[in-house]
Structures are given as structure tokens and as C-alpha cells.
């Protein structure tokens, strides 16, 4: 019996897979409060997904998705934290307004080509504004794993993939070769 590549097991629930238009262009953002509905339907699709993707996978690390991920192109991304125990975040219309000069490259995986990890050099600090149902505006401050997590959902919705931040030169590995399955991020103190 021959066991489904990573790849296909995201396909077969629901992820789009790379090379999908939807996932090169930039997302379309809610015009909020009046199109609240729409982003209510957006964000219960993108726990849907989650929650089957996570009856199946381990994320140690924390997972994200954007909704382009699941065909929708609107500005709607969910993460949740490697911490289990703290809630799900929601990014509507989110997007960058700054970020430290400080650093480093650590691997990331996508769930649209899942087969492979690649080194992604990211701020470790990024500030963020998002936009609530009721179209107020809100900036947080994320930090680390979570910032890299955001970071990367946000270059979802503005149609890029972590391949593309990736160093001249640097290629993804194999899932086969990674080695860093089930471990938390790593930081110096």
C-alpha cells in the first residue's frame, strides 16, 4: 500500500494547491461592517478546514491559513499559536505597518505544496493592522513564531509565497530531510 504524499493529503481536504491563480493574486478586502456576512462565512469556512487538517496533522509550531488557500480570494486569514490553549486569531484586511530590522531564517511549510520546507528569513517583530467586523481598526504587536506565522498568512493574501522571500540561491528541502517535525520554533533567549 503506498502512503499519500503530504501534498495530496492537504488536496483531499480542501487546500488548493500551488500553481492556482488564487493563490498569485492579492486577496480582495471586506468593505466592513457592510460586508460583515461575507467575512463571518469566510472565517467559519477557514476553521472548517482547520479543523480537519488538524485531525490529521500535528502543527507544534502553530498553523495558519488564508482563505485563498480554500478558493476564497478575500482578505481572510485564521492562525492558531503553537499554544494550544490561547484562541485562534483572526486577520481581516490585515497588513504589515512595521517590522524590526531584527531578524533570522527559520523553515516554514505551506499547505498548498506541503512535500517541501523551505529557510524564510523574517522580522522577528512585525505590527499589524486588521479591521474588526464592525470596521474598527486594530493594531497588534506579534513576536517571534507568532510574527512569522502572521507574516506569512498576510504574504497569502497579498498573493506571494514564502518561496518567494526565500535567499538567491536557497532551495526547499524535502519533507523526507526535515528534521524539525513536532518541535516548537527555536530562538535564542
Known sequence: MSQVRPSEQMRNLGIVRRGAPVLTEAARPFDLPAEREAAEQAVEALFASMERIGRVHLFAKGMG?????????????????????????????????????????????????????????????????????????????????????????????????????????????PIEQYRQTGRSWAYDS
Not at 139 to 159: F, K, P, S, W
Open 65 to 173: 491559513l488564508a482563505a485563498p488557500q480554500i478558493g476564497i480570494g478575500r482578505a481572510a486569514a485564521a492562525v492558531q499559536p503553537p499554544d494550544q490553549g490561547a484562541g485562534a486569531i483572526v486577520l481581516l484586511n490585515p497588513r504589515v505597518t512595521e517590522d524590526s530590522d531584527d531578524t533570522d531564517e527559520q523553515y516554514e511549510g505551506c499547505l498548498s505544496f506541503f512535500d517541501v520546507r523551505g529557510m524564510v528569513p523574517r522580522p522577528l517583530r512585525i505590527t499589524v493592522e486588521t479591521t474588526t467586523l464592525d470596521g474598527t481598526t486594530v493594531t497588534t504587536v506579534y513576536e517571534r513564531g507568532l510574527a512569522r506565522l502572521i507574516a506569512h498568512e498576510i504574504d497569502h493574501l497579498n498573493g506571494m509565497l514564502y518561496l518567494n522571500r526565500m535567499r538567491p540561491g536557497v532551495e526547499p528541502i
